[in-house]
């Protein structure tokens, strides 16, 4: 029912920004909850950031804690992750994922996902 695509991966170095987009399908888009998780070889998908349908909550990794920053623009249908001070344990493939709930670290509320976008982040 919630379609999501990711966009704005692509390789930088280490200490540059990078910010990711992801646009979802629907008219409901401000009654989802929203996140990005992240999955590097070998390893399982890892919680990044989410934020709550009015986008006054927001929780992120304490790994990426003050780097990054979630954000959404309800009347576009647009969540956003910009990702600053990048380091190279940050390449992974990011992907965005919608709840019906409120904002969650846990992969099991989130019932829809992207297909992820590759941030490459080079040393």
């Known amino acids: 029912q919630v379609h999501l695509v990711e966009s704005g991966g692509g390789t930088v170095r280490a200490g540059d920004s990078l910010r990711l987009s992801c646009a979802a399908s629907g008219r409901s888009f401000s009654s989802y909850a929203m996140a990005w998780f992240r999955q590097g070889p070998g390893k399982e998908r890892e919680f990044v950031a989410s934020?709550?349908?009015?986008?006054?909550?927001?929780l992120y990794a304490d790994s990426v804690k003050g780097r990054f920053a979630i954000s959404r623009d309800n009347a576009k249908n647009m969540l956003y992750l910009q990702m600053n001070s990048l380091k190279p344990e940050d390449a992974d493939v990011y992907y965005c994922?919608?709840?019906?709930?409120?904002?969650?670290?846990?992969?099991?509320?989130?019932?829809?996902w992207g297909q992820g976008t590759q941030v490459t982040v080079s040393s």
């Open positions: 934020i709550s349908w009015g986008g006054g909550n927001t």
């Open positions: 994922a919608a709840s019906p709930k409120d904002n969650s670290r846990r992969e099991n509320t989130y019932d829809y």
